[in-house]
């Protein structure tokens, strides 16, 4: 990139020098050369970064290649995918991964759409208080983790503490991140926690989508409150909540940060996501070939929504 | 803008007000205790922080703080009887409890990383964002969308799956655990949320801007340095911030590819260990001083957030 904005500098340079016809020649022609020019560098640092190393995870899922190991490669042909694909581990990851997206997604939605409508009140400070309901999402996953487990400690968390304090139950009789049953909810509590701002902001947006004069039309049709809600206010927020679910869903189906400094996947393999799985099959066990294909699997899924959610990110720009 | 008069007609009762204001409020505080606690914990002393019932009400201490950025040793009495009188702060506090500051610890380089990481790659990406964006909201580029589908596709991409390749390539061309090789990958993700923001933001530059500056004898870069760039000001800082965020926030990457050298604060943090695991004051000081820039952003950022985390997509 530092050669294409000397060349940026360069054409300036000529094109701020040559006399007025020659220049507008010049000018003519460099719209296309700047275009160019503009969009190149960009183009190269993903086909590096992103690019190229997507057709070497390609390649490497058909071999049995080792990245601790200085073995010759040898060519496996789809033998990852099927094996991915009949074991039961990678389907029980799959649940669990499933499991998460589901229930913070629908957790998130209902909560955050419920904030969104109640900030939509517009009392007085609702910006504030707006913002500061906002600063989990902006946290780096990764320390939310971290302190999170803190406030799940089975003898001095808070968490228990505070459980315990208004249900009675005995704080040292249940442990979060320990327990088989409860662990799945310990990261959908943190996410939910986290990510519910987000969904929050999107709805708000939406229902401040809504024109005024749609429901005055309502009020002097004296369509009940209710009603408003559910003819106007929810069908014209839903490409909004959509965008948000869909969202959420892409970012919960690659979850890693979190749920590896929270639980790493324990115990057992109770919140054992496809990310952490994937961790522990090219990082740990370094069978990075075996690895490749599951990443390509997890890739062509997200790749998927990532379009589904586009084109709605597109009928919601119309708006 | 049109709210007041036109809303009049449907505008929610005071007490509807009153109930949505008194729910939104107690829910932000609520949320808002795990955060307090971390605070809270980093000013305990260890005995107090791991105390149950939890305490709320403590005698503040630095010794989070002083453990965050010393190693220490244990001596034994006799040694520490031969020692001078401590200074007072942390030394005192650490020989209160049997032990001498052995040096600094490593958390002012990670602390040091994330910011050159950070820095770096916000500078790179907001670049290359900028210029992108801008042929792509002025000029005709053929199969547009396609490219730029191609681009945010790019952010869709599992870290971990791509952490795969990149640590294969980085071994080899000797870019693992360097701030060079960091500053690259965060780059390259960051790039395609800086392209999809800022085209939003120079779309809505009016062209004949531009155009009357062109044809006063501009050249169109000379135009789009001086003309383009000052009006898109706002938009370049909000995308700015959002890349410093995701790159100061970021973990997969950083705790799979780097160790040493290059590591940031976030696969820091959690191995932050006192005698008998986890020293949770000086993990709680380490998570607050690596907080507090973020809500400084938070704050600055307030009226983009929603652009930002919708790619430009929803304004308002």
Same mark, same amino acid.
């Given at each position: ?41 960009? $183009? ?11 057709l070497w995870t390609i390649y490497l899922s058909f071999t049995n290649y080792k990245a601790n190991r200085k073995a010759e490669i040898r060519w496996e042909g789809t033998e990852h995918y099927t094996d991915i694909l ?78 315990s304090f208004f249900t009675g139950i005995d704080p040292s009789s249940f442990q979060m991140i320990g327990d088989v049953s409860l662990a799945p909810w310990s990261i959908v509590i943190v996410d939910v926690w986290m ?54 869903? $892409? ?69 | ?158 870290? $971990?799956?791509?952490?795969?390749? $990149? ?7 000797g870019l693992s655990d360097t701030h060079l090789g960091m500053i690259l990958l965060y780059t390259a993700v960051n790039v395609s949320l800086a392209v999809w923001l800022l085209k939003g933001f120079i779309d809505e ?112």
């Open positions: 990139m530092t050669d294409s904005s000397a060349k940026a500098g360069v054409a300036e340079r000529v094109a701020g020098a040559t006399p007025a016809p020659l220049a507008r020649r010049i000018r003519g022609l460099s719209d296309k050369a700047i275009a160019w020019l503009f969009i190149a560098p960009t $183009i190269l640092l993903l086909l590096a970064i992103n690019i190229f190393p997507l009949s074991d039961p581990e990678i389907w029980h990851s799959m649940q669990v991964t499933a499991h998460f997206v589901f229930w913070t997604v629908a957790i998130e939605t209902v909560i955050g759409f419920a904030l969104a409508y109640l900030i939509d009140r517009r009392w007085r400070g609702h910006g504030f208080w707006t913002t500061v309901i906002l600063i989990p999402m902006m946290l780096s996953p990764a320390v939310v983790g971290n302190f999170w487990k803190f406030l799940y400690q089975p003898q001095i968390g808070l968490f228990n503490y505070g459980v990510w519910t701002p987000y969904v929050m902001l999107i709805c708000l947006a939406g229902l401040r989508s809504i024109p005024d004069y749609i429901y005055e039309a309502a009020e002097v049709d004296r369509a009940s409150t209710w009603r408003r809600f559910w003819s106007i206010t929810l069908p014209m927020a839903l490409p909004f909540i959509m965008l948000a679910v869909l969202f959420r869903g $892409i970012e919960n189906f690659k979850m890693f940060d979190l749920i590896n400094l929270l639980t790493s996947g324990g115990p057992g393999s109770t919140t054992e996501v496809a990310s952490i799985t994937l961790k522990r099959e090219a990082f740990e066990s370094w069978k990075t070939g075996y690895s490749s294909a599951l990443a390509i699997i997890l890739f062509v899924a997200v790749f998927g929504l990532a379009n589904i959610y586009v084109k709605a990110l597109n009928r919601v720009k119309q708006r | 803008m049109s709210k007041t008069t036109a809303h009049s007609v449907v505008a929610p009762t005071p007490t509807a007000r009153r109930v949505s204001g008194a729910i939104v409020i107690l829910y932000a505080l609520i949320t808002m205790i795990p955060l307090a606690w971390i605070v809270m914990t980093s000013f305990k002393t260890p005995p107090d922080s791991i105390a149950y019932p939890p305490k709320v009400l403590f005698e503040p201490s630095l010794e989070g703080y002083c453990n965050l950025f010393t190693t220490r040793s244990r001596q034994t009495p006799e040694y520490l009887e031969s020692l001078p009188a401590p200074e007072p702060g942390c030394d005192a506090i650490v020989r209160s409890r049997n032990m001498v500051i052995a040096g600094p610890s490593n958390v002012i380089p990670r602390f040091t990383n994330s910011i050159i990481i950070a820095f770096g790659s916000t500078f790179l990406a907001v670049f290359l964002g900028t210029i992108t964006a801008y042929a792509f909201s002025r000029f005709k580029v053929p199969f547009a969308d396609d490219i730029l589908f191609f681009i945010l596709s790019t952010r869709f991409m599992p870290p $971990i799956a791509v952490a795969i390749p $990149i640590f294969l390539m980085y071994r080899a061309i530059i009016p062209r004949e801007y531009e155009e009357a500056a062109m044809i006063d004898g501009y050249s169109r870069l000379h135009a789009f340095v001086k003309v383009v760039l000052p009006q898109a000001a706002t938009g370049i800082a909000a995308t700015a911030i959002f890349c410093l965020i995701f790159a100061w926030n970021e973990y997969a990457f950083a705790v799979l590819l780097t160790s040493g050298t290059a590591q940031t604060m976030p696969p820091f943090i959690p191995f932050i260990i006192g005698e008998g695991g986890q020293d949770w004051p000086a993990v709680a000081a380490a998570t607050t001083l690596f907080l507090i820039p973020i809500f400084v952003f938070t704050i600055l950022l307030r009226k983009h957030l929603l652009r930002g985390i919708t790619f430009g997509a929803v304004r308002k």
